[in-house]
């Protein structure tokens, strides 16, 4: 049987097991909560997410769980992993909280589909999300700064039938989407949000920046992308940190292309696979 067990800090708990109060809310939303995607019982991109939720909790000031480094994260994805019997595939979702006596962290883990990064064919049909924008902060391009607004983004994104939704900064610019990042394709320019655009960066951004310049695209950050900006482009993917490369297949009324996003994805799929064991 698969799943079952959950992580915290470092030992074992059934699913149904307690862990929390009530008077722990206000820490539990206060801390970082980040997923990644495992294979074969390894970290993808492990490096990168290490060092993502290291510069997470900098951002935020919440200090690193005693004795927890590069070493420790990857032992101890890979023993919930065996513990739950997820050998293929797996989302895992991590959690680090400020505790009474220092940063408690908390990991789970769920059975995925489409190994490697592998895109369906079906892109996603995506909207504007016209009704909060994300606020400027000294940790913008974190989980934390996004939280609430992808919640309400959700809601609006099932209210409207849609799957994701583009969100926008406090100046009206496209800046992130709910969950991830995005990009899209201009003749022989890809084009992503800047750090300075206030949108969440997800750990794979860089990864996913090299694939599309291998596949021949000049690499063009903006601060500031118009609506009018991906209206009018010829290709428009998501980035999700355990999804990769989603193409969109339509945003409001505008359809895209998606063989250009295709070419990139299947060269984020291959990098995946081949991946050198970190050291």
């Not at 994104?157 to 994701?164: E, H, I, P, R, T």
């Not at 949108?199 to 695209?217: D, H, L, Q, S, T």
């Not at 999700?240 to 339509?250: A, E």
Request: hydrophobic residues 40%; glycine residues 8%; proline residues 4%.
């Amino acid at each position: 049987m698969k799943g079952g067990f959950n992580q915290f800090n470092g030992k074992f708990f059934r699913e149904s097991d307690p862990l929390f109060t009530g008077a722990d809310l206000i820490r539990l939303n206060s801390g970082i909560c980040e997923s990644f995607r495992a294979e074969n019982n390894r970290v993808v991109f492990a490096r990168e997410n290490f060092n993502f939720l290291i510069d997470s909790l900098s951002a935020i000031e919440i200090p690193t769980p005693a004795d927890w480094d590069f070493p420790r994260f990857q032992k101890d994805v890979s023993r919930l992993l065996n513990k739950n019997h997820l050998y293929l595939s797996a989302k895992v979702v991590i959690h680090l909280i400020p505790g009474i006596s220092g940063t408690d962290y908390l990991l789970t883990a769920e059975e995925m589909e489409n190994r490697f990064f592998v895109v369906k064919d079906s892109g996603l049909l995506i909207d504007f999300y016209e009704d909060g924008a994300k606020g400027s902060s000294n940790y913008f391009n974190y989980e934390p700064s996004s939280r609430s607004l992808w919640a309400m983004a959700t809601r609006s994104a099932g209210l409207k039938s849609k799957q994701n939704h583009i969100l926008l900064n406090n100046k009206g610019f496209a800046c992130e989407s709910i969950g991830g990042s995005f990009g899209y394709l201009t003749s022989q320019t890809a084009f992503f949000p800047s750090l300075e655009s206030q949108g969440y960066f997800p750990p794979i951004a860089n990864v996913v920046k090299g694939c599309a310049e291998e596949a021949g695209y000049q690499i063009q950050e903006k601060t500031e992308i118009n609506r009018s900006d991906l209206l009018d482009a010829d290709e428009l993917f998501l980035i999700d940190n355990c999804h990769g490369i989603q193409p969109v297949l339509g945003l409001y009324a505008r359809r895209y292309y998606t063989t250009g996003t295709m070419v990139i994805a299947a060269r984020l799929s291959e990098i995946a696979r081949t991946e050198p064991l970190p050291m």
